[in-house]
């Protein structure tokens, strides 16, 4: 900061001469300052090991379109642990998809670290329940901070945003601006989020992938970091039995809504097949995104919704 007060009367010094002049001046005053800074610094960041520090966080850049993402990764390594795209904002969504997978597969991380919101109190509840599992046990088993003091997982998002989230929306907003995408129900704005959600599910698999097989400067490839996290040896609950559970204890829970059950499963995977054969796999979608064909991104969601309204039987499409 002094550099730049004497920059703006006209002085030029480097940092070093700067320093070496303060101290000559008044070392009281410069000691003084040293000690201060030492003290107001904020604590740096601090994960030991490979689950010590899960951080979960969301991205709600597309949920005007029916397009919630949810994600967490490790703090140690920063590999994804992982990440899922959801219709809705919802506990028991949430817990179902993202975190009773991690449980199943991986196991409990010593410390959770969340957001303020209330979508993440399942999965506190679980974390809380299974707290015994840790690999240590010595401090809290979940964590609540502001979401910018969320670090280790706010730099995922920039690369979501940049590469899937906002690629996708200028396409939905010019596609809103030239009339050509109206929601007519509930059932058709359902639809065309169905199909934004399935263009972003491929785009993030990518990265994911792409991201922990990257090296991270001062620590390395997420992926060669990973080692095993504290084993659940009991059965874990449902959703379903989990809120339950944490309804009867005092909690309040919203059950998720009944839209994304309105398909039938057999025509679904019909208009699917019939889908793919005209306008190729959502691999292609992704694609034309990346490479701005406006044009063939929304011809390909016309046919999608087109061909969801023919095959399923669902009222008021």
Known sequence: MTQGYLRTKGVRASTTAISKLQQQVDPQAFNTRLRGVKV??????????????????????????????????????????????????NNVLIYDKLFKPILDEKGVWSMLRTDHGTEFALVQFAQNMFQG????????????????NNLR???????VNHRVNYPIKKFLRDMEENGSLIYRNDTRWFIVGEFCRRVCEIGIERLVNSWNAHTVPHR????????????????????????????????????????HSIYDEVLADARDSHFFSVAGGFEDIYGFVMANRFDLFQSCLHEY???????????EA
């Open 40 to 89: 107001l610094n904020p604590v740096p960041y601090r994960a030991d090991y490979f689950g010590h520090k899960l951080h979960l966080d969301q991205n709600e850049k597309l949920v005007m379109y029916g397009v919630f993402q949810v994600a967490c990764i490790d703090g140690y390594s920063s590999q994804i642990i992982k990440h899922v795209v959801l219709p809705e904002k």
């Open 133 to 148: 599992y840790r690999l240590s046990t010595e401090g809290l088993p979940f964590v609540q901070s502001y979401s910018k």
């Open 153 to 159: 997982i706010e730099r995922w998002w920039v690369e």
């Open 220 to 259: 390395g490839v997420p992926n060669d970091l990973e080692t095993p996290v504290g084993v659940v040896s009991e059965d874990i609950p449902t959703g379903t039995v989990l809120a339950n559970e944490y309804v009867r204890l005092g909690g309040s829970i919203t059950c998720p809504g009944a839209t």
């Open 305 to 315: 919704v087109n061909l969801t309204q023919q095959y399923l039987p669902v009222e």
